[in-house]
């Protein structure tokens, strides 16, 4: 499984981006997806996930309400809409997917995901 994520940017605080993550492989449909985030000197931290079908989702507490997850499994893409942006939004973002996940079970470490997307930069000012 390859993935690439793109649309990152420089954007203002209150402003939108939205994150875009292709993959590779015909059975995209059958795995969790997630994107991460990681700030400079800080850990990688879940944002969202999203199980294989679109109908579970997942939310970090720091995003909830501001971003959502979403996926089209007929273009093998999931997408992270982030709507009033906060400059401590700033991290480079990755899409990850587990293979082995369920609808009932969205992991939420990096250490459930095994594809990882080369990463997408997003900077926020205040």
């Known amino acids: 499984v390859q993935l690439q994520a793109f649309g990152g940017g420089l954007v203002q605080a209150g402003g939108s981006l939205r994150l875009s993550c292709a993959a590779s492989?015909?059975?995209?449909?059958?795995?969790?997806m997630a994107w991460f985030r990681q700030a400079p000197g800080k850990e990688r931290e879940i944002v969202a996930a999203?199980?294989?079908?679109?109908?579970?989702?997942y939310y970090a507490d720091s995003v909830k309400g501001r971003f959502t997850i979403s996926r089209d499994n007929a273009k093998n893409t999931v997408y992270l809409q982030m709507n009033s942006l906060k400059p401590e939004d700033t991290a480079v973002y990755y899409c990850?997917?587990?293979?082995?996940?369920?609808?009932?079970?969205?992991?939420?470490?990096?250490?459930?995901?095994?594809?990882w997307g080369q990463g997408t930069e997003v900077t926020v000012s205040s």
């Open positions: 492989g015909r059975t995209f449909r059958s795995y969790n």
């Open positions: 990850a997917a587990d293979v082995d996940g369920s609808y009932y079970l969205i992991r939420r470490t990096t250490g459930g995901y095994d594809y």
């Open positions: 999203i199980s294989g079908n679109g109908g579970k989702t």
